[in-house]
């Protein structure tokens, strides 16, 4: 069992930065597939960034150069810094982790992940 807490969500306008935290306490021995995901409001939720086992880093097409992944073992620590932030960007972000599949395989869609986060907002004004 582990437990998730995002933080670091704000209001910025567009061009600023934030950079989000997701704490991880609990079973912090394990080793996740964790992730990213959004939902804006009237949108279903979608994936922007995840990162494997392996370290293997994958993004969402439309973050792709903006935002980048990276992850504090010792802090036991997720991040997303976001670079210049667009009003397209404004939605609720959650940390997501999950158990590898067979194979060392980690699930792409939000469908896949089982332990999540409360959320933390991100809004950005034009």
């Known amino acids: 069992q582990v437990k998730l807490v995002e933080s670091g969500g704000g209001s910025v306008q567009a061009g600023g930065s934030l950079r989000l935290s997701c704490e991880v306490s609990?079973?912090?021995?394990?080793?996740?597939?964790m992730g990213w995901f959004r939902q804006a409001p009237g949108k279903e939720r979608e994936g922007v960034a995840r990162?494997?086992?392996?370290?293997?880093?994958t993004y969402e097409d439309s973050v792709k150069g903006r935002f980048t992944l990276s992850q504090d073992n010792a802090k036991n620590t997720l991040y997303l810094q976001m670079n210049n932030l667009q009003p397209e960007d404004t939605a609720m972000y959650y940390c997501?982790?999950?158990?590898?599949?067979?194979?060392?395989?980690?699930?792409?869609?939000?469908?896949?992940?089982?332990?999540w986060g409360q959320g933390t907002l991100v809004t950005i004004s034009s």
């Open positions: 609990g079973r912090t021995d394990r080793t996740y597939c």
């Open positions: 997501a982790a999950d158990h590898p599949r067979h194979g060392d395989y980690c699930p792409a869609y939000d469908s896949g992940y089982g332990y």
């Open positions: 990162i494997g086992i392996n370290g293997y880093i």
